[in-house]
Nanobody
Framework: QDRLVESGGGLVQAGGSLRLSCAAS????????MGWFRQAPGKEREFVAA????????KYGDAVKGRFTISRDNAENSVYLEMNSLKPEDTAVYYC????????????????WGQGTQVTVSA
């Protein structure tokens, strides 16, 4: 059974940085897209970033473009989200997701999710 575990969340001041990690127990990990999504209280889940199976394609949500970087290490079955210049509006629970294709950024194509990690950015 596929399993994802996020880590690295926490409390940080505005302007600071955090690095999220997602460890995957997944067959064919290098063949599948991975993505990061987030959900703030009272809001719908929002696309943050996606990366293709071997990392040759990435896409970012408009709210994080230029500040966040997604990467993956297929040897470690892990995906990362480097978050810089954090803003209070980045506060949310961040989830990593396993895609059903080599590359996708559509939420509907992510079928396995981690438990989430809380990121809180203070003003």
């Amino acid at each position: 059974q596929d399993r994802l575990v996020e880590s690295g969340g926490g409390l940080v001041q505005a302007g600071g940085s955090l690095r999220l990690s997602c460890a995957a127990s997944v067959r064919n990990f290098r063949s599948l897209a991975m993505g990061w999504f987030r959900q703030a209280p009272g809001k719908e889940r929002e696309f943050v970033a996606a990366i293709s199976g071997n990392g040759d394609m990435t896409k970012y949500g408009d709210a994080v473009k230029g500040r966040f970087t997604i990467s993956r290490d297929n040897a470690e079955n892990s995906v990362y989200l480097e978050m810089n210049s954090l803003k209070p509006e980045d506060t949310a629970v961040y989830y990593c997701g396993l895609g059903t294709y080599y590359y996708t950024d559509r939420e509907a194509d992510f079928i396995t999710w981690g438990q989430g990690t809380q990121v809180t950015v203070s003003a």
